[in-house]
Protein backbone atom coordinates (compact mmCIF):
# COMPACT_ATOMS: atom_id res chain seq x y z
CA UNK A 1 0.00 0.00 0.00
CA UNK A 2 1.29 3.82 -0.65
CA UNK A 3 0.86 5.28 3.07
CA UNK A 4 1.28 8.71 3.76
CA UNK A 5 2.34 7.82 7.07
CA UNK A 6 5.56 6.38 5.48
CA UNK A 7 6.39 9.86 3.78
CA UNK A 8 7.16 12.30 6.00
CA UNK A 9 8.84 15.19 4.69
CA UNK A 10 8.67 13.95 1.33
CA UNK A 11 4.65 14.67 0.86
CA UNK A 12 5.29 15.38 -2.77
CA UNK A 13 6.51 11.65 -3.80
CA UNK A 14 3.62 10.34 -1.74
CA UNK A 15 1.28 12.22 -4.74
CA UNK A 16 3.45 10.70 -7.29
CA UNK A 17 3.48 7.03 -6.00
CA UNK A 18 -0.41 7.76 -5.65
CA UNK A 19 -0.57 8.72 -9.04
CA UNK A 20 1.85 6.18 -10.61
CA UNK A 21 -0.13 3.39 -8.39
CA UNK A 22 -3.87 3.82 -9.12
CA UNK A 23 -2.62 4.46 -12.84
CA UNK A 24 -1.18 1.27 -13.12
CA UNK A 25 -4.22 -0.19 -11.67
CA UNK A 26 -6.44 1.43 -14.24
CA UNK A 27 -4.41 0.29 -17.13
CA UNK A 28 -3.41 -2.87 -16.53
CA UNK A 29 -6.60 -3.89 -15.85
CA UNK A 30 -7.90 -2.38 -19.14
CA UNK A 31 -5.46 -3.77 -21.24
CA UNK A 32 -5.31 -6.91 -20.00
CA UNK A 33 -9.15 -7.51 -20.29
CA UNK A 34 -9.11 -5.70 -23.71
CA UNK A 35 -6.23 -8.18 -24.97
CA UNK A 36 -6.24 -11.30 -22.85
CA UNK A 37 -2.65 -13.03 -22.57
CA UNK A 38 -1.40 -9.50 -22.62
CA UNK A 39 2.41 -9.40 -21.72
CA UNK A 40 3.00 -5.34 -19.49
CA UNK A 41 6.35 -4.53 -20.03
CA UNK A 42 7.34 -2.18 -17.31
CA UNK A 43 10.82 -0.09 -17.50
CA UNK A 44 11.47 1.97 -15.08
CA UNK A 45 14.79 4.44 -15.96
CA UNK A 46 15.78 5.73 -12.80
CA UNK A 47 14.65 3.24 -10.42
CA UNK A 48 16.63 3.80 -7.41
CA UNK A 49 15.59 3.19 -4.19
CA UNK A 50 16.31 6.33 -2.22
CA UNK A 51 15.51 8.05 0.28
CA UNK A 52 13.16 5.31 1.07
CA UNK A 53 11.43 5.19 4.90
CA UNK A 54 10.68 1.13 4.75
CA UNK A 55 12.60 -1.30 5.40
CA UNK A 56 10.26 -3.34 3.04
CA UNK A 57 10.94 -0.27 0.47
CA UNK A 58 7.28 -0.30 -0.30
CA UNK A 59 7.40 3.02 -0.18
CA UNK A 60 9.34 3.37 -3.79
CA UNK A 61 8.50 3.30 -7.30
CA UNK A 62 9.73 -0.34 -7.91
CA UNK A 63 7.96 -1.73 -5.35
CA UNK A 64 4.68 0.33 -6.07
CA UNK A 65 4.83 -0.54 -9.70
CA UNK A 66 5.42 -4.09 -9.39
CA UNK A 67 2.94 -4.59 -6.53
CA UNK A 68 0.46 -2.92 -8.47
CA UNK A 69 0.79 -4.83 -11.69
CA UNK A 70 0.44 -8.17 -9.62
CA UNK A 71 -2.44 -6.99 -7.99
CA UNK A 72 -3.49 -6.56 -11.65
CA UNK A 73 -2.76 -10.16 -12.64
CA UNK A 74 -4.19 -11.91 -9.71
CA UNK A 75 -7.59 -9.95 -10.44
CA UNK A 76 -8.01 -10.77 -14.11
CA UNK A 77 -7.00 -14.37 -13.30
CA UNK A 78 -10.09 -14.20 -10.54
CA UNK A 79 -12.90 -12.34 -12.78
CA UNK A 80 -15.09 -14.87 -15.16
CA UNK A 81 -13.83 -15.27 -17.73
CA UNK A 82 -10.16 -15.42 -16.36
CA UNK A 83 -7.31 -13.36 -18.39
CA UNK A 84 -4.29 -14.07 -18.27
CA UNK A 85 -1.91 -11.11 -17.75
CA UNK A 86 2.16 -11.29 -18.12
CA UNK A 87 4.04 -8.72 -15.94
CA UNK A 88 7.97 -8.17 -16.60
CA UNK A 89 10.00 -5.16 -15.39
CA UNK A 90 12.81 -3.43 -16.38
CA UNK A 91 15.05 -1.25 -13.91
CA UNK A 92 18.17 0.91 -14.72
CA UNK A 93 19.72 2.57 -11.74
CA UNK A 94 23.28 4.20 -12.09
CA UNK A 95 23.93 4.70 -8.36
CA UNK A 96 26.10 1.46 -7.07
CA UNK A 97 24.63 1.13 -3.29
CA UNK A 98 20.93 2.03 -4.75
CA UNK A 99 21.54 -0.95 -7.49
CA UNK A 100 22.37 -3.32 -5.06
CA UNK A 101 19.25 -2.49 -3.11
CA UNK A 102 17.12 -3.05 -5.96
CA UNK A 103 18.81 -6.00 -6.52
CA UNK A 104 17.85 -7.18 -3.02
CA UNK A 105 14.41 -5.89 -3.67
CA UNK A 106 13.41 -7.84 -7.13
CA UNK A 107 15.39 -11.09 -5.74
CA UNK A 108 13.78 -11.45 -2.33
CA UNK A 109 10.22 -9.58 -2.80
CA UNK A 110 9.78 -10.23 -6.51
CA UNK A 111 11.46 -13.33 -7.29
CA UNK A 112 8.16 -14.85 -9.25
CA UNK A 113 8.68 -11.93 -11.94
CA UNK A 114 10.25 -11.57 -14.81
CA UNK A 115 12.98 -8.67 -14.19
CA UNK A 116 16.06 -7.65 -15.57
CA UNK A 117 18.31 -5.15 -13.76
CA UNK A 118 20.78 -2.90 -15.31
CA UNK A 119 23.53 -0.42 -12.83
CA UNK A 120 24.63 2.61 -15.02
CA UNK A 121 22.90 5.40 -17.13
CA UNK A 122 19.68 4.92 -18.30
CA UNK A 123 20.69 6.25 -21.45
CA UNK A 124 22.76 3.73 -22.43
CA UNK A 125 20.13 1.38 -21.86
CA UNK A 126 17.75 2.45 -24.48
CA UNK A 127 18.40 -0.27 -26.92
CA UNK A 128 18.16 -2.45 -24.17
CA UNK A 129 14.55 -0.97 -22.72
CA UNK A 130 13.46 -1.10 -26.82
CA UNK A 131 13.92 -5.04 -26.72
CA UNK A 132 12.22 -5.36 -24.03
CA UNK A 133 9.15 -3.37 -24.46
CA UNK A 134 8.66 -5.24 -27.42
CA UNK A 135 8.88 -8.75 -25.93
CA UNK A 136 6.27 -11.31 -25.10
CA UNK A 137 2.92 -12.16 -26.23
CA UNK A 138 0.90 -8.97 -27.38
CA UNK A 139 3.86 -6.84 -25.55
CA UNK A 140 2.50 -3.43 -23.81
CA UNK A 141 5.02 -0.79 -23.01
CA UNK A 142 4.70 1.11 -19.96
CA UNK A 143 7.76 3.61 -19.46
CA UNK A 144 8.44 5.68 -16.04
CA UNK A 145 11.19 8.04 -15.91
CA UNK A 146 11.80 9.70 -12.43
CA UNK A 147 15.04 11.41 -12.25
CA UNK A 148 16.38 13.62 -9.43
CA UNK A 149 17.07 16.53 -11.91
CA UNK A 150 16.53 17.28 -15.41
CA UNK A 151 19.87 14.95 -17.23
CA UNK A 152 20.10 11.89 -18.31
CA UNK A 153 17.00 11.21 -20.56
CA UNK A 154 17.74 13.74 -23.22
CA UNK A 155 14.88 14.31 -25.60
CA UNK A 156 16.47 12.58 -28.67
CA UNK A 157 18.41 10.20 -26.68
CA UNK A 158 15.06 8.38 -25.05
CA UNK A 159 13.01 8.99 -28.94
CA UNK A 160 13.13 5.41 -30.10
CA UNK A 161 11.81 4.05 -26.91
CA UNK A 162 9.08 6.79 -26.99
CA UNK A 163 8.47 5.53 -30.35
CA UNK A 164 7.59 1.93 -29.05
CA UNK A 165 4.60 1.03 -29.89
CA UNK A 166 2.16 0.22 -28.45
CA UNK A 167 2.96 2.26 -25.16
CA UNK A 168 2.82 5.13 -22.87
CA UNK A 169 5.04 7.26 -20.58
CA UNK A 170 5.26 8.76 -17.41
CA UNK A 171 8.26 11.57 -16.62
CA UNK A 172 9.09 13.35 -13.72
CA UNK A 173 9.30 16.86 -14.98
CA UNK A 174 11.39 18.53 -12.01
CA UNK A 175 10.06 21.57 -12.80
CA UNK A 176 10.73 23.85 -9.46
CA UNK A 177 14.91 23.21 -10.44
CA UNK A 178 14.19 23.40 -14.40
CA UNK A 179 12.14 26.71 -13.94
CA UNK A 180 15.08 28.44 -12.10
CA UNK A 181 17.86 27.28 -14.24
CA UNK A 182 16.33 27.37 -17.98
CA UNK A 183 17.17 30.44 -19.01
CA UNK A 184 20.74 31.34 -17.73
CA UNK A 185 22.83 31.64 -20.66
CA UNK A 186 25.79 31.51 -18.77
CA UNK A 187 25.36 28.20 -16.92
CA UNK A 188 27.60 24.99 -17.41
CA UNK A 189 23.71 23.50 -17.41
CA UNK A 190 22.77 25.03 -21.13
CA UNK A 191 23.88 22.17 -23.29
CA UNK A 192 21.44 19.96 -20.46
CA UNK A 193 18.62 21.70 -21.58
CA UNK A 194 19.29 21.21 -25.24
CA UNK A 195 19.27 17.49 -24.58
CA UNK A 196 16.47 18.03 -22.50
CA UNK A 197 14.50 19.60 -24.73
CA UNK A 198 15.75 18.81 -27.99
CA UNK A 199 17.42 21.50 -29.71
CA UNK A 200 18.50 24.89 -28.88
CA UNK A 201 15.25 26.51 -29.90
CA UNK A 202 13.39 25.93 -26.49
CA UNK A 203 13.43 29.20 -24.87
CA UNK A 204 11.98 30.99 -27.26
CA UNK A 205 8.09 29.37 -26.04
CA UNK A 206 8.29 31.33 -23.03
CA UNK A 207 9.78 34.42 -24.10
CA UNK A 208 9.10 37.38 -22.03
CA UNK A 209 6.25 35.19 -19.52
CA UNK A 210 6.43 35.68 -15.86
CA UNK A 211 5.87 33.58 -12.70
CA UNK A 212 3.07 30.79 -13.51
CA UNK A 213 2.32 31.64 -17.20
CA UNK A 214 6.17 31.19 -17.76
CA UNK A 215 5.83 28.07 -15.94
CA UNK A 216 3.52 26.73 -17.45
CA UNK A 217 4.73 27.46 -21.05
CA UNK A 218 7.82 25.36 -19.66
CA UNK A 219 5.69 22.32 -19.49
CA UNK A 220 3.58 23.28 -22.18
CA UNK A 221 6.49 23.33 -24.23
CA UNK A 222 8.10 20.18 -22.91
CA UNK A 223 5.10 18.46 -23.67
CA UNK A 224 4.58 19.47 -26.72
CA UNK A 225 8.15 17.93 -27.65
CA UNK A 226 7.34 14.34 -26.27
CA UNK A 227 3.85 14.37 -28.28
CA UNK A 228 6.27 14.77 -31.56
CA UNK A 229 9.39 12.97 -30.82
CA UNK A 230 7.29 9.63 -29.51
CA UNK A 231 4.43 10.09 -32.21
CA UNK A 232 1.64 10.08 -29.31
CA UNK A 233 -1.68 11.83 -29.35
CA UNK A 234 -2.01 13.22 -26.44
CA UNK A 235 0.78 14.57 -23.45
CA UNK A 236 -0.22 16.32 -20.52
CA UNK A 237 0.91 17.04 -17.08
CA UNK A 238 -0.47 17.30 -13.83
CA UNK A 239 0.89 19.45 -10.70
CA UNK A 240 2.77 18.05 -8.04
CA UNK A 241 2.87 21.09 -5.46
CA UNK A 242 5.96 21.47 -2.60
CA UNK A 243 4.52 20.11 0.58
CA UNK A 244 5.59 23.04 2.52
CA UNK A 245 4.84 26.03 0.01
CA UNK A 246 2.24 27.29 -2.52
CA UNK A 247 4.73 26.44 -6.02
CA UNK A 248 4.85 23.87 -7.87
CA UNK A 249 7.56 21.09 -7.05
CA UNK A 250 7.39 18.92 -10.05
CA UNK A 251 5.35 17.80 -12.96
CA UNK A 252 3.80 14.48 -14.08
CA UNK A 253 4.16 14.40 -17.80
CA UNK A 254 1.93 11.55 -19.19
CA UNK A 255 1.95 11.17 -23.28
CA UNK A 256 -0.57 8.47 -24.81
CA UNK A 257 -2.13 7.24 -28.07
CA UNK A 258 -5.22 6.72 -26.46
CA UNK A 259 -8.11 9.42 -25.65
CA UNK A 260 -9.42 6.59 -22.74
CA UNK A 261 -5.79 6.88 -22.06
CA UNK A 262 -5.88 10.27 -21.34
CA UNK A 263 -9.34 10.40 -19.93
CA UNK A 264 -8.16 7.62 -17.65
CA UNK A 265 -4.97 9.84 -16.32
CA UNK A 266 -7.35 12.48 -15.66
CA UNK A 267 -9.57 10.36 -13.28
CA UNK A 268 -6.57 9.70 -11.51
CA UNK A 269 -5.68 12.97 -11.32
CA UNK A 270 -8.83 13.79 -10.13
CA UNK A 271 -8.56 11.45 -7.18
CA UNK A 272 -5.33 12.75 -6.42
CA UNK A 273 -6.42 16.08 -5.57
CA UNK A 274 -7.65 15.42 -2.13
CA UNK A 275 -4.52 13.00 -1.29
CA UNK A 276 -2.72 15.64 -2.36
CA UNK A 277 -4.55 18.45 0.30
CA UNK A 278 -3.99 15.89 2.87
CA UNK A 279 -0.43 16.06 2.66
CA UNK A 280 0.00 19.61 2.08
CA UNK A 281 -2.29 19.89 5.23
CA UNK A 282 -0.20 17.84 7.18
CA UNK A 283 3.09 18.42 6.45
CA UNK A 284 2.21 22.12 7.37
CA UNK A 285 0.84 21.32 10.77
CA UNK A 286 3.86 18.95 12.09
CA UNK A 287 6.38 22.04 10.80
CA UNK A 288 4.13 24.35 12.64
CA UNK A 289 3.81 22.05 15.95
CA UNK A 290 7.51 22.09 15.55
CA UNK A 291 8.01 25.62 15.92
CA UNK A 292 5.95 26.41 18.36
CA UNK A 293 6.05 23.25 20.86
CA UNK A 294 2.63 23.04 20.59
CA UNK A 295 -0.28 21.17 19.38
CA UNK A 296 -3.30 22.62 17.20
CA UNK A 297 -6.79 22.44 18.53
CA UNK A 298 -8.47 22.46 14.85
CA UNK A 299 -7.42 19.43 12.40
CA UNK A 300 -4.75 20.08 9.76
CA UNK A 301 -6.90 20.80 6.86
CA UNK A 302 -8.18 24.00 8.54
CA UNK A 303 -5.16 25.61 8.11
CA UNK A 304 -4.68 24.60 4.44
CA UNK A 305 -4.23 27.46 1.84
CA UNK A 306 -6.87 27.74 -0.77
CA UNK A 307 -3.65 27.74 -3.15
CA UNK A 308 -4.93 24.30 -4.68
CA UNK A 309 -8.54 25.46 -5.01
CA UNK A 310 -6.56 28.68 -6.96
CA UNK A 311 -5.17 26.36 -9.17
CA UNK A 312 -7.68 24.11 -9.93
CA UNK A 313 -10.31 27.59 -10.99
CA UNK A 314 -7.05 28.68 -13.26
CA UNK A 315 -6.76 25.55 -15.30
CA UNK A 316 -10.55 25.47 -15.79
CA UNK A 317 -11.13 28.21 -16.98
CA UNK A 318 -8.51 27.74 -19.28
CA UNK A 319 -9.92 24.46 -20.36
CA UNK A 320 -13.62 26.32 -20.46
CA UNK A 321 -12.60 29.20 -22.68
CA UNK A 322 -10.55 26.55 -25.32
CA UNK A 323 -14.12 24.49 -25.30
CA UNK A 324 -15.98 27.57 -25.79
CA UNK A 325 -13.56 28.91 -28.36
CA UNK A 326 -13.77 25.54 -30.24
CA UNK A 327 -17.58 25.80 -30.70
CA UNK A 328 -17.82 29.27 -31.29
CA UNK A 329 -15.76 29.06 -34.12
CA UNK A 330 -18.69 27.39 -36.19
CA UNK A 331 -19.84 23.98 -37.49
CA UNK A 332 -19.83 20.81 -35.96
CA UNK A 333 -17.63 20.13 -33.86
CA UNK A 334 -16.30 16.41 -32.64
CA UNK A 335 -17.40 15.23 -29.00
CA UNK A 336 -13.82 13.53 -28.91
CA UNK A 337 -11.82 16.64 -29.83
CA UNK A 338 -13.64 18.65 -27.55
CA UNK A 339 -12.41 16.13 -24.70
CA UNK A 340 -8.48 16.24 -25.91
CA UNK A 341 -8.85 19.92 -26.33
CA UNK A 342 -10.34 20.60 -22.08
CA UNK A 343 -8.04 17.76 -21.00
CA UNK A 344 -4.87 19.38 -22.16
CA UNK A 345 -5.48 21.44 -18.58
CA UNK A 346 -4.10 20.19 -15.32
CA UNK A 347 -6.98 19.34 -13.12
CA UNK A 348 -9.38 19.13 -15.28
CA UNK A 349 -12.07 15.83 -15.99
CA UNK A 350 -14.16 14.39 -18.54
CA UNK A 351 -16.90 14.88 -15.68
CA UNK A 352 -16.34 18.52 -15.87
CA UNK A 353 -16.51 18.65 -19.52
CA UNK A 354 -19.79 17.14 -19.17
CA UNK A 355 -20.97 19.41 -16.91
CA UNK A 356 -20.47 22.26 -18.66
CA UNK A 357 -21.78 21.10 -21.99
CA UNK A 358 -24.75 19.69 -19.95
CA UNK A 359 -25.11 23.65 -18.83
CA UNK A 360 -24.85 25.26 -22.35
CA UNK A 361 -27.02 22.69 -23.82
CA UNK A 362 -30.02 23.60 -20.58
CA UNK A 363 -29.71 27.04 -21.82
CA UNK A 364 -29.80 26.48 -25.63
CA UNK A 365 -26.60 27.47 -26.43
CA UNK A 366 -25.10 24.14 -27.70
CA UNK A 367 -26.56 21.39 -29.62
CA UNK A 368 -25.67 17.30 -29.27
CA UNK A 369 -25.84 15.86 -32.65
CA UNK A 370 -25.69 12.48 -33.74
CA UNK A 371 -26.71 10.36 -30.30
CA UNK A 372 -28.42 7.33 -30.85
CA UNK A 373 -31.85 6.28 -29.66
CA UNK A 374 -31.55 6.51 -25.91
CA UNK A 375 -28.35 8.17 -25.54
CA UNK A 376 -28.74 11.16 -23.56
CA UNK A 377 -24.98 12.53 -23.67
CA UNK A 378 -21.83 12.14 -25.76
CA UNK A 379 -19.78 9.72 -25.41
CA UNK A 380 -16.19 9.26 -26.53
CA UNK A 381 -15.68 7.23 -29.80
CA UNK A 382 -19.15 7.06 -30.48
CA UNK A 383 -19.30 9.75 -33.45
CA UNK A 384 -21.44 12.47 -31.47
CA UNK A 385 -21.20 15.95 -32.85
CA UNK A 386 -21.84 19.36 -30.91
CA UNK A 387 -22.69 22.24 -32.85
CA UNK A 388 -23.12 25.88 -31.24
CA UNK A 389 -26.67 27.27 -31.57
CA UNK A 390 -26.15 30.96 -30.55
CA UNK A 391 -26.25 32.76 -27.59
CA UNK A 392 -24.03 33.14 -24.73
CA UNK A 393 -22.10 30.37 -23.37
CA UNK A 394 -20.69 30.36 -19.86
CA UNK A 395 -18.02 32.49 -19.35
CA UNK A 396 -18.82 34.90 -22.72
Known sequence: MVRLEDYQRREQAYVKHYVLKHYLQRL????????????????????????????????????????????????????????????????????????????????????????????????????????????GKHPFAFVFIDPTGWTGYGLQAITPLLRVRPGEVLINFMTKDISRFVDDEDSSALQSFVDLFGDAGYREAWRGLRDLDREDRIVETYCARVREAGEFAHCAATVILNPQHDRTHYHLVFATRSLHGLIAFRETERESLPEQFEARAGARQRERVMKKGQLEILEAPAWETPYMAELQQRYQRRAREAVEGELRAGGEVEFDALVALALQQPMTSLADLKAWLGNWRRDEAVEYLGLAQGERVPAVKRGHRLRWRGGLLFGA
Not at 70 to 86: F, G, I, K, N, W
Not at 108 to 128: L, M, N, R, S
Open 28 to 135: ALKVGRFKPGTTFNYIDGFSGPWQHATDALRDTSPHVALTELLAARRVLSEQTPPAELHVRGMFVEQNREAFERLARLLKETFGTVETEAYHGEFEDHIPQACRFAAR
